[in-house]
């Protein structure tokens, strides 16, 4: 199971860097630049071959590519010499060979299947052009076919070895402590519980908790955020983050198969294979195009020549121009290189679209509806107010108890207690250094608040319901008070201790523990942005109070509330806006999965390392960063963008062409470099979304 390599002392604060010079920014550039320039191709066989700018010469296609190129121009030399006519035969036919094995192959599949492609296409127009003793422009054609089909596989490749190369993010090997020994051994040696210790330098090899260090951890390649985060001791590592300044030991909690990472590249990998609505009309439609453009072509050889009794060589030559610069490459490539692109831009950002139909979608989105909680609001609840009460008849110096010892109390009897309020409360009190008093008879009331004794007294704590029991003359000015609280956006706690026994009991107020969730500084901004980008209208779902809601919903600035809805309430309320336009549902994807999965598209927000997110949303956010979903929207409809300058140049080109052929008698050496130059144009033109930025 181990490694036998030599043992070598392991220190935490050891570097394992192989440049000292090198930084982290200029590891992650050099990596960028590593997988630019790594599979560029998909049938790529030379793994020694050099890379320069991004092109593996010893790949197949390519070499076929330069090949035909060779044996065109000499074949084109040997033509016109006198005594070399015959060797310009056999230079042509190797020029076929080679230029014309990788459509002929695609073409005979196609007629296998009972369908026409765009390869059969060329490959006969090249024929023909040979028999009417042009195969000079044949070879060229061939030529030009060839090299464009091999920059299209470039282009489409290097927006998918922008996600491959995730892999590289997660190292071959690991140290592991086992006992007192640390050793070296294979990331899929590891086991759930194990300790790994990460020393500077360093990627984490799978998901886990800190358990002992502090460091800060480049977490761009996870999630998208520009700069590290500071973990230590309890927080998550993701598998293929960077470690950066200081050592840590980490327990494994997942399996190398089964790390955040590793889950990520296969939703990129699934998304890439599931096409766009457009391209699959544009697959379908080729089938029928390309039937159409063979019998035009047949038609524009047969009708000229025994109707018109025009001459067969000019004909038939017209006709092989026709058919090349009527084919359809430009159109059928047009989609998938502008979404491929897209979607590798989302990815580098931490946005993981799960297929193309929800990128064309997501440009479509009319309404969106957020969750409040973790979403709009930070989603840890902190104590805002300390309020002690001033009972009637008392001064202000003679107040019940102080704002420490309401905290004080209040932190003991919630120390029970796994609620976000409590938690807030607890944590509160530990920040202020306040020892946490141990509390006996703990009693809970779900929903309501809960009671324990702390020191002999009983402390109650809870909402204005659980104290229904217990008469006082001031629970009007008790509501007033809460009310208050609840319209500025915060949860009132009410904390009294509960005086005599059972029936006879009374209660004597001491004070408020109001909580807020604080809405996000940026969310604003982000609504703001969202109008902006043509979405009209932003509403908030929540099972929060109507008063807290209406609170947060007016600092962020959303045009409509939907407060104290269960899973199922959102459910309804999602099906309502979508009778408005199409809708969208942003949520954390857990407790939010009914009403992610009924959104026309759902987005997961914060979702690293989250299964029912990854599992349920259309579109996986992987960090909380509010500014990804502006993004995510205003990229979907730059691809849509992109989408409609590409296939209208196409059918620009396409309807020259063939006017230039049939009315110009366009040589075919110029038709094929308008065909082949505007297929690599659209390629090229979906590229830019690489660089895509909002």
């Known amino acids: 199971m181990v490694n036998q ?10 570097p394992l860097v192989t440049d000292p010079a090198r930084t982290v920014e200029a590891d992650a550039v050099a990596r960028e630049v590593e997988h630019d320039h790594t599979h560029c191709h998909p049938h790529s066989h030379g793994h020694g071959a050099g890379l320069i700018s991004g ?12 090949a035909t190129f060779l044996f065109m121009v000499l074949g084109g030399f040997a033509e016109h010499g006198a005594q070399a006519k015959n060797f310009a035969f056999w230079l042509y036919l190797l020029a076929y060979l080679t230029g014309g094995w990788h459509g002929t192959i695609h073409g005979i599949r196609s007629l296998l299947r009972k369908t026409v492609d765009v390869d059969l296409l060329m490959i006969l127009a090249a024929l023909g052009a040979a028999y009417v003793n042009h195969a000079f422009e044949g070879a060229m054609l061939l030529f030009l076919f060839s090299l464009s089909h091999t920059l299209q596989e470039m282009a489409i490749e290097r927006s998918r070895s922008a996600i491959s190369a995730l892999m590289k993010l997660r190292p071959e090997t690991t140290l ?8 070296l051994v294979r990331i899929e040696q590891l086991v759930v519980g194990d300790i790994i210790v990460v020393r500077p330098g360093e990627s984490i090899s799978v998901d886990g908790i800190v358990t002992e260090g502090t460091s800060s951890v480049n977490q761009a390649s996870i999630t998208g955020e520009s700069l590290p985060v500071e973990k230590k001791p309890g927080d998550v590592l993701f598998a293929g983050t960077l470690n950066e300044q200081g050592g840590l030991e980490m327990r494994a909690t997942k399996l190398a198969t089964e790390s955040t990472l590793a889950k990520l590249i296969e939703l990129v990998e699934k998304a890439q294979g599931q096409k766009a609505t457009t391209q699959r009309f544009l697959e379908k439609a080729e089938q029928f195009y390309a039937l159409g453009v063979i019998l035009f072509t047949v038609a524009l050889i047969l009708v000229p020549i025994y109707i018109f009794a025009q001459p067969f060589q000019s004909t038939f030559y017209r006709a092989m121009t026709v058919m090349v610069v009527a084919s359809p490459c430009a159109l059928v490539i047009s989609t ?6 897209a979607i590798a831009a989302a990815a580098r950002r931490g946005i993981l679209f799960k297929g193309g139909v929800y990128l064309e979608k997501a440009a479509t989105i009319e309404i969106v509806a957020f969750d409040k909680t973790g979403t709009l609001t930070e989603g840890r609840p902190i104590v805002t107010d300390l309020q002690v009460i001033v009972h009637p008849g008392h001064s202000t110096s003679q107040i019940d108890c102080s704002k420490e010892e309401l905290l004080w109390l209040a932190a003991a009897v919630e120390a029970r207690s796994e609620h ?11 920040r202020r250094f306040m020892p946490i008093e141990r509390c006996t008879k703990f009693q809970s009331v779900a929903g309501h608040g809960v009671s324990a004794e702390v020191c002999g007294r009983r402390i109650a704590v809870g909402n204005l319901k659980y104290f229904d029991g217990y008469e006082s003359p001031e629970r009007t000015a008790l509501e007033e008070q809460m009310n208050a609280m609840h319209d500025a956006g915060k949860t009132g706690m009410l904390v009294g201790e509960i005086l005599g026994e059972d029936k006879v009991a009374t209660v004597r107020y001491l004070g408020f523990v109001a909580v807020a969730d604080k809405v996000r500084a940026d969310a604003p901004l982000i609504i703001a942005q969202l109008r902006k980008l043509g979405v009209k209208r932003i509403a908030m779902l929540t099972g929060d109070g109507k008063r807290v809601a209406a609170a947060v919903a007016k600092a962020c600035g959303v045009d409509e509330v939907h407060a104290d809805l269960l899973p199922q309430d959102k459910v309804r309320v999602i099906n309502k806006l979508k009778e408005s336009g199409r809708t969208a549902m942003v949520g954390d994807g857990v407790n939010d999965a009914p009403a992610l999965a009924t959104a026309d598209v759902g987005v997961a927000m914060g979702a690293a390392g989250t299964d029912v997110a990854m599992e349920t949303a259309d579109i996986v956010l992987m960090s909380d960063a509010l500014e990804t979903i502006p993004f995510t929207i205003a990229l979907s409809r730059r691809t849509r963008t992109v989408v409609f300058q590409n296939l209208t140049f196409a059918l620009s080109v396409i309807v020259v062409l063939i006017i230039s052929a049939l009315g110009f008698h366009l040589p075919l050496p110029l038709g094929v470099v308008g065909h082949e130059g505007s297929t690599v144009l659209v390629c090229l033109n979906g590229l830019r979304l690489l660089g895509f930025r909002n």
Request: net charge neutral; with cysteine; glycine share 2%.
């Open 5 to 14: 390599e030599p043992r070598l002392p392991i220190s935490l604060a050891e």
């Open 336 to 341: 998938p290189a502008s979404i491929l692109s």
């Open 176 to 183: 592991c402590k086992r006992g007192k020994e640390t050793t």
């Open 420 to 430: 976000p309020i409590a938690r807030a409360i607890v944590a509160e009190a530990k």
């Open 55 to 66: 092109i593996n010469w010893a790949d197949p296609e390519l070499l076929s590519v330069i």
